[in-house]
């Protein structure tokens, strides 16, 4: 049973509904992406040579932090340890393969970005690679196998130790941290002998070292005993555009996440300029909203420790729209009528926002039976909207067709 502590950080976790993800590593200064190591079969010795060149000269948390609260968002997810294996944070258990000791750099991000959330109020997570590309103790899995890593060290035993050694200084030196999010476990998906990573006993050991920090795994399948939140790659739950949530149901007992670029890439990739618009993004929170999910929405910051500009550019617009807009997201669940193709609802108290995302006509249905809606006026000015009560629901008489960004309409629910 989860403790009381964790439960309310559950639902505490289901009002803060924006969170942005920070993939940010060495690998940045390769401008291809995170796996670029794996991809490129690079040697890692030769890749483990990155980190003394690596000096992000122009990286301020403060900064950071404050177009993250300006734009409304309530949560960080950091990568503090990705598949490359090198630790961004002052890690003893790391054996020096870390920011302070391996890079001229010197400085621990983690720490520079736990006391600028403080001073925001923004909640610090944690992305945790499960998978290992640098270390000779991980048990090879299906990938970083053209690495030239000896295979005679491995030993389970000894990197399970390791990992849990770190959870306990990421848990202890950086004040409450909101979640733990796994990933990589799927290195072992393909085993002959199904692979026993302990997942249990890990959990219980972050559970234990901070009861309300959140267990998250993005193995891509149904939820395992321990985990609080479950998450979605690429997708809104339900959903199976990308190709990862074909095994999985969506869960109705734990907080949801939806994950997403806001590029095409994770990492920072220097090719890559495939942004999505202001407009798609914002959608994309409202309909994780509708669907009872948080959006973590992703960054790859560049190799100088900034954030690039087109990304600070939607942070600013998405900023503009969640001071207007912010009270009809946060603090709602999924309401009353599920996902249609015009949008979603949210709710809050006796308060049910119609989203109208994509519609063509001025009148609109909605097929509620079992409430009394009344009082249906628009978000934006408080313009009165016509209800007609017909056996099957409620239609809705706008005054014009809807052509915001998400055309928001409250209403009272009995
Ligand atoms: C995948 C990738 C990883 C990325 C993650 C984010 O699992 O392996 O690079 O961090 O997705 O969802």
Request: aromatic residues 12%; negative net charge; hydrophobic residues 35%.
């Amino acid at each position: 049973m989860p403790s009381a502590e964790n439960l309310k950080a559950r639902s505490e976790f289901q009002d803060k509904k924006l969170g942005i993800f920070l993939h940010w590593g060495v690998y940045a200064m390769m401008g291809q992406g995170e796996w670029v190591m794996n991809n490129r079969n690079i040697n890692y010795e030769e890749y483990a040579k990155l980190p003394a060149g690596f000096y992000p000269s122009k990286f301020n948390a403060e900064e950071w932090v404050k177009a993250f609260k300006e734009a409304g968002v309530n949560y960080i997810t950091f990568t503090s340890r990705h598949h490359d294996g090198f630790s961004m944070f002052n890690s003893k258990a790391s054996e020096g393969y870390n920011i302070v000791e391996a890079t001229p750099f010197k400085r621990d991000v983690i720490k520079e970005l736990a006391d600028a959330c403080a001073k925001y109020g923004i909640t610090l997570n944690f992305y945790y690679s499960h998978l290992d590309w640098h270390r000779l103790d991980y048990p090879l899995g299906s990938t970083g196998r053209q690495l030239g890593r000896p295979t005679d060290q491995q030993n389970w035993k000894s990197y399970y130790n390791f990992m849990n050694a770190q959870f306990t200084e990421l848990l202890t030196q950086y004040g409450p941290i909101g979640a733990i999010w796994f990933d990589g476990v799927w290195d072992h998906a393909g085993d002959a002998v199904p692979f026993d990573w302990q997942l249990e006993e890990q959990y219980a050991l972050i559970h234990k070292l901070q009861p309300s920090c959140l267990v998250g795994n993005n193995h891509h399948k149904n939820l395992n005993p321990g985990e609080d939140i479950q998450i979605f790659e690429r997708d809104l739950p339900g959903q199976n555009n990308a190709g990862f949530s074909g095994g999985m149901q969506v869960s109705d007992e734990v907080p949801l996440e939806s994950c997403q670029t806001m590029s095409d890439v994770w990492g920072y990739n220097i090719t890559d300029a495939h942004f999505k618009s202001t407009k798609e993004l914002i959608q994309m929170l409202v309909h994780a909203a509708g669907l009872n999910a948080n959006l973590l929405m992703n960054i790859g910051p560049q190799p100088d420790g900034q954030l690039p500009a087109e990304s600070l550019k939607r942070l600013k617009e998405i900023g503009e729209w969640t001071s207007q807009y912010g009270e009809t997201i946060y603090g709602t669940r999924g309401g009353l009528v599920t996902p249609r193709d015009w949008g979603v609802t949210t709710q809050k108290g006796n308060k049910l926002y119609v989203h109208i995302l994509k519609w063509q006509d001025k009148g609109l249905f909605l097929p509620v039976t079992d409430h009394k809606l009344s009082n249906a006026k628009l978000f934006k000015d408080g313009s009165q909207v016509k209800l007609v009560k017909s056996k099957e629901g409620y239609l809705l008489e706008l005054p014009a067709v809807p052509d915001d960004i998400d055309t928001v309409v409250e209403f009272t629910i009995d």
